[in-house]
């Protein structure tokens, strides 16, 4: 069975930086589309940015693209988003998730989630 563990949220300054980490267990992430989400309250789970395992291809939704970057690191199985040029509206709680569909934006077609990290971007 595959579990997610996300860390790295926190409390940053507009214009900061956050890196969270996704930890993999239970199957190498390269086996899958390894998407990144974020949820603010009020407001429906989206997309934010996901990286295709073996490939390595990236995908970025508007808004972060420029500014966040995703990551992985097969030795360690754990993907990674670095943050930078963070603003108050990327305040959220943030989400790694598992799919199998390349190109995928939909919650939806993803299946295993991690718990979510809180990142929240104020002076």
């Known amino acids: 069975q595959v579990q997610l563990v996300e860390s790295g949220g926190g409390l940053v300054q507009p214009g900061g930086s956050l890196k969270l980490s996704c930890a993999v267990s239970?199957?190498?992430?390269?086996?899958?589309?390894m998407g990144w989400f974020r949820q603010a309250p009020g407001k429906e789970r989206e997309f934010v940015a996901s990286?295709?395992?073996?490939?390595?291809?990236?995908d970025y939704e508007n808004s972060v693209k420029g500014r966040f970057t995703v990551s992985g690191d097969n030795a360690k199985n754990t993907v990674y988003l670095q943050m930078s040029s963070l603003k108050p509206e990327d305040t959220a709680v943030y989400y790694c998730?598992?799919?199998?569909?390349?190109?995928?934006?939909?919650?939806?077609?993803?299946?295993?989630w991690g718990q979510g990290t809180q990142v929240t971007v104020s002076s």
């Open positions: 990286i295709r395992g073996p490939s390595g291809i990236t």
């Open positions: 239970g199957r190498t992430f390269s086996s899958y589309v």
């Open positions: 998730a598992t799919g199998i569909i390349v190109g995928a934006r939909t919650s939806g077609v993803y299946n295993n």
